[in-house]
């Protein structure tokens, strides 16, 4: 059913299409808090939770989550793929506590014949058993017409029948999908404002893939012929390239068409970050709105022009999502670059050393040497020739772990003048580290780091002995710092990267205390 209306209703499936992404498995208590922060912080309308049928194991992951759902007024919102297997999904749905059913039919001709060997009729007939006892059983039922995309192409009569045959069965929506991501943003348009034309009673909802990266085009033009429910994924997960962002979507659909939707773009980024984690997809840094990099500015220029008259800011906008804008250092580094950098850390340069900076800037970019703004102090320390800012020193450590023992580490650091030794066990090597290094700081009052992401990369087809770069995120003072180390040893290069986080943090304690 078309409607005039500006809202739009998001229905993510992460938990379900997201899944079939190739090496996902959620565990049941990351399915549960995924689905938590779906609803109640991302404040999506629906979510699909997962397949009926799956395993044991899945069954009481989606009653914890229907638990949860009705004590919260969530339940309605919790949604089960079913299959037409008469009694089999239905039963599994209801014993997990879900009320509403997603029943996946052939929406082509070509699958109905080949797939099934049945005729329409057949399929038909099967179809209306199960969602008879679906609704015996009070389930709310919505339809899938897989294939939808193909089916409408190729045997658009076997697509017009099936939704006549389906109009009195008391189906809540039709889920059009374009199956194997094969539709055009015109082609998109053109079909669906014919299926809404030809069937106004029916509401119908879009679920896109991405094969040829036109997800999120394809439901710009799905709103456009009238659509009001869109399916989509966080962090583009499912099978083959994924399904359209569900990130992406709501800032299009709002800057683009005006759009309402129910969504707290604040809580995008966080969650997109907990999907990463759980998922063990890395999200490419350029992905738009909750990619790494997106906020970060490269070109010097372009700092300059922030700084002047923010005149390359555009309507996504960092403070929008809860993010800050960033500017790199490397070769094409300006003096606003470098000032921003400067600025986040606390540290003022004058003007001719804040040029002799900017050129070791420049030429340290010029040899591929990743950079963060936490490098600063040591590249202010190494081009004023001073040691002034480097006042901790790892003199000695040692760090061992084996199987099936917790692992160990002994640390020998020297504080400006003062030595100390500290030693210390933890789960892993860097864990251990950590634990002697927090003894340490506890005595010179110093507040041990938030690490939020630890990244460990070696270069591609690097050997064994390749070097290491860690490279951890860093929550300080209420804003993000990242800290590169390097070693042969991974464990090592971490050490390294956190001895710079805590140079910077003396050093911020000391302007803060001047």
Partial sequence: MSSSTNKIKLMDTTLRDGEQTQGVSFTPPEKSNIAKTL???????????????????????????????EENGFLECIEVLGFIDQKRSVDWIKESGCTVMNLLTKGSENHCKNQLKKTLKQHV????????????????????????SNGYHNSPKYVFEMMAALKD??????????????????????????????????????????DYGLGVANVLY????????????????????????????????HDKLGMELSIDESHLSPVSEMIESFSGKRLADNAPIVGENVFTQTSGIHADGDKKANLYHNPIVPERFGRIRSYALGKMSGKASLAKN???????????????VLKRVVELGDTKKSMTAADLPIIITDVLETSENQRIELLNCSISSGLNLRA????????????????????????????????????????????????IRIPRGGK??????????????????????IDSDQVIAAVNSTLKMLNLQLM?????EQ
């Fill in 39 to 69: 609803l109640k912080q991302l404040r999506v309308d629906r979510i699909e939770v997962t397949s009926a049928r799956i395993s044991a194991g899945e069954l009481g992951s989606v009653q914890n989550i229907t638990a949860w759902a």
């Fill in 169 to 210: 069965e008391g189906i809540n929506h039709f889920m059009l999908p374009d199956t194997l991501g094969v539709l055009s943003p015109d082609e998109v348009f053109s079909s669906l404002t014919d299926m809404i034309e030809r069937f106004p009673w029916a509401t119908f909802d879009f679920h896109p893939h991405n």
């Fill in 222 to 253: 799905a709103v456009k012929a009238g659509v009001r429910n869109i399916h989509c994924t966080m962090n583009c997960l499912g099978e083959r390239a994924g399904n359209a962002s569900l990130a992406e979507i709501a800032v299009v659909l």
């Fill in 508 to 512: 911020q304690k000391e302007v803060a």
């Fill in 125 to 148: 007939a099967d179809i209306r058993q199960t969602l008879k006892y679906a609704h015996v059983n009070e389930l709310n039922v919505n339809v899938y017409l897989e294939d939808w």
């Fill in 464 to 485: 064994t002995n390749a070097l290491t770069e860690a490279i951890i995120t860093w929550q300080v003072n209420g804003k993000r710092l990242q800290t590169i180390g």
């Fill in 342 to 356: 400067l600025e986040l850390l606390g540290i003022q340069l004058v003007d001719e050393n804040l040029k002799k």
């Fill in 408 to 455: 160990t580490a002994t640390i020998h650091l020297k504080i400006d003048s003062k030595e100390y030794l500290e030693a210390g066990s933890g789960n892993g090597g860097y864990d251990a580290f950590m634990s002697a290094i927090k003894k340490i700081l506890k005595k010179i009052h110093l507040q041990a780091p938030e690490l939020v992401d630890y990244q």
